[in-house]
């Protein structure tokens, strides 16, 4: 059976599922995306990625052209069309097709929503057990990427550099310290049993799944510092890990083919994965 995706206010086979070439998020990179995990068939943390892509939106003046209670009700429908058990609901919204090639925003023009799902089993993926290897890459990026953009070119080079070398992720480095993986939110924890990761602001993504962690960690009385870390300290820690939405918590056990403490998935970052996938099929919807 094919699967179905959302494009303008319809459900269309995926096969079917087309926007014109002078769209802006095609020509231009001109638009916003969010990917929210399922589980058990329900959106996981789903409000904060809506709130998220709501300011996301609202930083390059992009109007939504559903409410997000409409939104999330399309996503909804979008797993239930694809009898989704365990995956993502992908969405994303662009500045919508205009007649010419202008930079400037046009004028009277409606903006494009489509949406898809993909499978993926992520509370029992292979690499939840054993951990990933990452490695270290400069920051290309521009310098507002607090905004989900989909102008993903720089992340995208990252992460093939990190997949032709054989590692899971690439860590991002930029004035010596880590800023974040090519998809995902980065944390050590220290030898003092401090969990870091980088604060909020216009380097970072602000992260959903990073955002849950660190208030479970909290609620539950662990020390949690919002900082920026370099690599030698994330080799000299205890344990390393990333968050997001489409892995949940994952364990680092090596970076730049050296291993953190004995290259294993520490007790913490177990603890924290149980403890937030708890946190998601209690809250799923």
């Not at 990761?197 to 919002?226: D, H, M």
Request: aromatic share 6%.
């Amino acid at each position: 059976m094919e699967q179905i995706a959302y494009v303008n206010g319809s459900f269309v086979p995926l096969s079917e599922a087309k926007v014109s070439i002078l769209d802006r998020g095609f020509l231009f990179a001109d638009g916003i995306y969010e990917v929210a995990a399922v589980l058990d068939g329900k959106l996981i943390d789903n409000a904060s990625h809506l709130a998220r892509l709501e300011r996301s939106v609202g930083e390059i003046e992009l109007a939504l052209p559903e409410t997000t209670a409409r939104i999330q009700e399309i996503q909804q429908e979008l797993v239930k069309r694809n009898n989704l058990v365990n995956g993502m609901v992908y969405l994303e919204v662009t500045r919508g097709a205009d007649t010419g090639r202008d930079f400037a925003f046009p004028k009277g023009v409606k903006p494009t929503l489509i949406m898809f799902t993909s499978t993926k089993d992520i509370v029992n993926a292979p690499s939840a057990k054993t951990g990933i290897n990452v490695i270290t890459v400069p920051d290309l990026r521009w310098t507002r990427r607090d905004i989900k953009s989909v102008a993903l070119l720089a992340q995208v080079l990252a992460k093939q550099t990190a997949a032709a070398a054989g590692a899971g992720e690439a860590w991002m480095i930029e004035d010596g310290k880590v800023t974040e993986g090519g998809s995902s939110s980065c944390f050590i924890l220290t030898q003092d049993d401090v969990i870091v990761t980088r604060q909020n602001g216009s380097e970072i993504l602000p992260g959903c799944t990073r955002k849950a962690v660190v208030a479970l960690a909290e609620e539950r009385q662990l020390r949690v510092e919002e900082r920026a870390f370099s690599v030698e300290e994330a080799l000299a820690a205890k344990e390393a890990f990333i968050t997001s939405a489409s892995l949940f918590v994952q364990a680092v056990v090596s970076i730049d083919g050296k291993k953190v403490a004995d290259g294993k998935p520490g007790p913490m970052t177990n603890r924290l994965r149980e403890i937030y996938v708890e946190f998601a099929k209690a809250t799923a919807v």
